[in-house]
């Protein structure tokens, strides 16, 4: 599996980004699509994501009412639309697919293992 990120840059407080990803390869087992951030110095955090069984989405509580996951399961397309943007929001985004436990790096959610991962797409929010 392949995931392909884009839509990152730099943007000043109260702006908007939307990120956007395309996954490839053997999707079929996909469970899950989300998104995930990492700034300098800190560990990796779950963002939002959102399950293909019934469209569910879940945020953490720092971007709720401001961010807002989207998805197509057919085209394996994720989108994180980011409004209200503030500084401390400046990481490394990165999208992420739960699937069938393959992978190097596992990002664990009860229920969920994402385990394919693209390549970061960086976030710079400017005071």
């Known amino acids: 599996v392949q995931l392909q990120a884009y839509g990152g840059g730099l943007v000043q407080a109260g702006g908007s980004l939307r990120l956007s990803c395309a996954a490839s390869?053997?999707?079929?087992?996909?469970?899950?699509m989300g998104w995930f951030r990492q700034a300098p110095g800190k560990e990796r955090e779950f963002v939002a994501y959102?399950?293909?069984?019934?469209?569910?989405?879940y945020y953490r509580n720092s971007v709720k009412g401001r961010f807002t996951i989207s998805g197509d399961n057919a085209k394996n397309t994720v989108h994180l639309q980011m409004n209200s943007l503030k500084p401390e929001d400046t990481a490394t985004y990165f999208c992420?697919?739960?699937?069938?436990?393959?992978?190097?790096?596992?990002?664990?959610?009860?229920?969920?293992?994402?385990?394919?991962w693209g390549r970061g797409t960086l976030v710079t929010v400017s005071s």
């Open positions: 992420a697919l739960a699937g069938d436990g393959s992978g190097t790096y596992h990002y664990r959610i009860p229920g969920l293992d994402f385990s394919y």
């Open positions: 390869g053997r999707t079929f087992s996909s469970y899950a």
């Open positions: 959102i399950t293909w069984s019934g469209g569910s989405t």
